[in-house]
């Protein structure tokens, strides 16, 4: 019988997850809904320095003095640089081998996104271990044979997509039976339309004018998501449509994170219409709920094979039109022209013409939203999640909503 559970995430954010992160964000959501009387459930993660939820134990790992060394030269450097890599293999092997001791006694290891932390558990007679992957790591040809080695441990590999799962297997076809999806959720009563109050909340956040229309990104300013690629596209959009502005909210990575050159970039390329676009920074769930809300179209300009990020599943859940690159795992959520629009990944010129096409036609926009509303609604909530979740790690026990 499993009577205690450790949730592992890893070694940069802490959860609660008060610097946000979107795997943090995802623990703390399916984590309180696992509590059941009888049932011991901890979280480890960095210290969060704040109350948690009721029910669950908190085991923070805290910062060393050379992890933090390590930490600010992979804060200042590209991912072509060695010694970003071996900062992070530095922080790893440290964070794990605490880990590994943290959670020796559970019966059941439940780690996020980081199969290296597998190398350093001593499993035990009885005690399960699973890895569940919001990313496509494992498929990073430098760290294969070490993940071929920690996935020896693995119980149970669980995928956010389909995409995920076949890119694995894929590499490691010898673990095939190990690995299976579960979809991610959201909570449709956060996430969902706000009519007036949503202005209301966001006073002092973002100036909304009368009259105009507004798109919004969300997610880190990062290369791969492709932030470029929308301001190009929106140069043209607002030169065929002049009302419309564009809100980019997010990062480089969460909040307080160092201000990368990529950053800098994109603010230099939006110089030439900076009065139409808006740089939020971070912001927290509190207010991204009531932002997804108010604005007229989300637009996900992903280059890389995203394997279907929350902000997808929030963005539908808020009645509000979804335009995103097909990518990755996004088109098992989103079916073009249906619930959402699907454009080629990178394509400047495909995307103007969907935002353009779809704005243009407010039935269409109303009718997509409403259909990714219901699609939320009917199966991808938190409830289903844990269900899942509960039946692989073989627990049972009510749910907390």
């Known amino acids: 019988m499993v009577e205690s559970i450790a949730i592992v995430v890893p070694e940069l954010l802490p959860v609660p997850p008060v610097q946000g992160g979107a795997v943090e964000h ?3 959501e399916a984590s309180r809904r696992l509590v059941s009387p009888g049932r011991r459930l901890a979280v480890v993660s960095r210290p969060a320095g704040v109350p948690g939820r009721e029910g669950i134990e908190y085991i923070g790992i805290p910062w060393a003095p050379l992890e933090k060394f390590f930490h600010r030269i992979k804060d200042r450097v590209t991912w072509k640089n060695p010694l970003r890599y071996l900062a992070k293999i530095q922080n790893v092997y440290s964070y794990g081998r605490r880990v590994a001791a943290a959670v020796k006694a559970y019966d059941v290891v439940y780690l996020h ?9 001593n499993k035990r007679p009885g005690q399960k271990i699973v890895l569940h992957m919001h990313n496509d790591h494992l498929t990073m040809r430098l760290f294969r044979p070490f993940y071929r080695l920690a996935l020896a441990k693995a119980d149970h590999v669980i995928c956010v997509s389909d995409y995920i799962r076949r890119q694995a297997v894929a590499v490691f076809p010898e673990y095939a039976d190990r690995f299976c999806v579960v979809f991610n959720a959201t909570d449709p009563d956060v996430f969902k339309p706000y009519g007036d109050e949503a202005d209301h909340q966001l006073e002092g956040v973002v100036l ?7 798109l919004l990104y969300v997610g880190r300013l990062t290369p791969v998501k492709g932030v470029h690629v929308l301001i190009d596209a929106f140069r043209e959009i607002h030169r065929k449509m002049p009302d419309v502005r564009l809100i980019i909210t997010g990062s480089s990575f969460f909040g307080g994170a160092a201000r990368t050159a990529y950053e800098q970039s994109l603010v230099k390329l939006a110089e030439p219409i900076n009065d139409a676009i808006l740089f939020t920074g971070y912001l927290p769930h509190e207010k991204l709920k009531y932002l997804y809300s108010r604005v007229d179209m989300i637009v996900l300009p992903s280059v890389w094979q995203d394997p279907c990020p929350l902000v997808v599943l929030e963005a539908m859940a808020s009645g509000t039109c979804l335009v995103s690159s097909a990518v990755g795992g996004v088109p098992e959520v989103v079916e073009s022209e249906t619930n959402g629009l699907l454009v080629e990944a990178g394509n400047v010129d495909a995307l103007i013409q969907g935002v353009c096409n779809a704005l243009a036609d407010e039935q269409a926009m109303t009718r997509m939203a409403f259909s990714a509303r219901e699609k939320v609604i009917a199966g991808y909530s938190w409830k289903r999640l844990v269900l899942e979740i509960e039946k692989i790690l073989n627990v049972d026990g009510p749910i907390g909503i």
Request: proline fraction near 5%; charged fraction near 25%; glycine fraction near 6%.
């Open 26 to 28: 995802w623990v703390d």
């Open 208 to 214: 909304f004018e009368a009259g105009k229309k507004y």
């Open 113 to 121: 996104n980081e199969p290296n932390i597998l190398l350093f558990l």
